[in-house]
């Protein structure tokens, strides 16, 4: 883990762009689809203009939220767009000029951006408290909050090209609800889960979004960079189609370990925006302010990393196809030499074949010694876990004791690993574990407990 001490320049790049203006948001619909743009400036010396842009479906409607929703769906992304921009100095005030916030709003803005930004503060070595990174200021009146009725029949499903998200989407599959996956900037393993599934890309929700290039020439010249929390960005992006398509339901496939705590020091998860203390407050922000009807929780929150490791081993047809490596995810591959590869190893391990997991990844990680800072994390024998989406040590060490205790073969990976006799039992309460923090629907959580109940018995 490369932590660095920019403490100094952040507090340099604070003085020298003391303001981070967010000046406007635009948006048009022609034959193609929506395009929406932003207007975001730094002290007067930077001008940022990202954008995103939706393909038209027949799905998509949005003369449903109309002009009034749709300013207030599209100024929110503009909200958690601007992050990524400001983040390159820091700015201690932040100016919002489209729409006023009150001061609830405010407070839950500065906690998102505190909380969402854990490992980008961490890793930059920066240290400041919460009140003292940015002050908000907001003018103009607050926008409208959306008055239409969705189908609570109809679901959302983000797709990431994961195990967790082919879970989700198999098993509302099967159920009575109507399916919509969706899709950020869908890479090849996103595409392949959605079609694996039987959905046809044409009826998949889309969205492109589009970077300003002059943050990534600013990102090379020195200016402060790091982890940005997307999934806060999913969560209004989801918002914004499911109001236009008159989707009642948003899916997440986030699991329990994604609450742990793991920026040393805090009590923050490094993908905090994963965690279930933003779902409820993302809920609650929604409804208050944005839509009061729309659902959003995460369908996977009572399970743990090996349930659903177990019910994806039970989907064969997509073990080829998902990709869950953040380092191999352009080039479609798997690159076997990250945290995250490792994980993802071992938690199947218990579950499916190891011949069939070294055809899936392209090489055997068991046999891979460059491997062992990466286990010593998982495993909790370091002290900080690795900043990824992976399980907790004691998965992690269940998986590894279920999977390769007592096998005559070589693992060059494991020879000094620790074997814990008592880990059947551990194993066992895994796997018949379901934890209460969640805000699952009541529909929706009797097909999660009858797919636990079917699979120990």
């Known amino acids: 883990m490369n932590i660095q001490n920019r403490q100094r320049d952040f507090e340099k790049l ?21 395009h929406i743009s932003f207007d975001f400036d730094l002290s007067g010396q930077y001008r940022f203009s990202p954008g995103l842009f939706i393909p038209k479906k027949e799905v998509l409607l949005w003369d449903i939220p109309g002009k009034q929703g749709l300013d207030n ?20 005030r932040i100016v919002i000029h489209p729409h006023g916030l009150n001061d609830d709003q405010v407070a839950w803005w500065k906690k998102l951006y505190f909380h969402g930004l854990g490992e980008f503060l961490y890793l930059n070595g920066i240290e400041v408290d919460a009140e003292k990174l940015m002050k908000i200021v907001t003018n103009g009146k607050p926008p409208a909050l959306l008055a239409t009725q969705p189908d609570m029949k109809k679901v959302m499903v983000p797709i990431g090209g994961g195990k967790d998200s082919v879970v989700t989407l198999e098993l509302l599959k099967a159920g009575n609800a109507a399916i919509f996956p969706m899709a950020v900037n869908h890479t090849p393993a996103i595409s392949r889960t959605i079609q694996q599934a039987g959905f046809q890309m044409d009826h998949v929700l889309e969205v492109h979004r589009k970077l300003d290039p002059l943050m990534l020439e600013l990102n090379s010249k020195g200016f402060l960079n790091g982890h940005t929390p997307f999934s806060a960005l999913l969560a209004f992006t989801s918002v914004l189609l499911a109001a236009g398509s008159g989707i009642g339901n948003i899916a997440l496939s986030n699991e329990s370990s994604a609450s742990e705590s793991t920026v040393p020091g805090t009590k923050i998860n490094h993908q905090y925006s994963k965690s279930f203390e933003f779902e409820q407050d993302f809920d609650a922000y929604c409804r208050n302010y944005i839509h009061p009807e729309i659902r959003y929780f995460s369908f996977l929150r009572p ?6 490791a177990r019910v994806f081993s039970s989907f064969p047809e997509h073990h080829r196809g998902f990709r869950s490596c953040n380092v191999g995810s352009r080039e479609d591959r798997w690159c076997g030499a990250c945290p995250k590869c490792l994980f993802t190893y071992l938690i199947l391990a218990p579950f499916i074949p190891e011949k069939d997991l070294i055809s899936i990844f392209g090489s055997n990680l068991m046999e891979n010694s460059l491997l062992v800072s990466y286990l010593d994390e998982l495993t909790g024998k370091s002290p900080v876990k690795p900043f990824e989406c992976v399980g907790t040590p004691e998965e992690v060490n269940a998986a590894i ?9 070589s693992h060059l990976l494991l020879k000094d690993y620790s074997y814990d006799v008592t880990s059947p039992l551990q194993f066992n309460r895994l796997l018949d574990g379901f934890s209460d923090e969640h805000a699952v629907p009541l529909e929706f959580l009797k097909i999660l407990k009858k797919v636990v109940h079917d699979q120990l018995t």
């Open 303 to 308: 399970l743990n990393e090996l349930q659903i």
């Open 14 to 34: 604070r003085k020298k762009f003391p303001v981070f203006t967010y000046q406007a948001y635009s948006y048009h619909e022609d034959t193609s689809g929506l």
């Open 401 to 409: 004791n279920k999977a390769f205790h007592g096998r005559t073969a």
């Open 73 to 92: 769906l599209i100024f929110h992304l503009g909200m958690i767009e601007l992050i990524s921009y400001w983040k390159l100095t820091c700015s201690p």
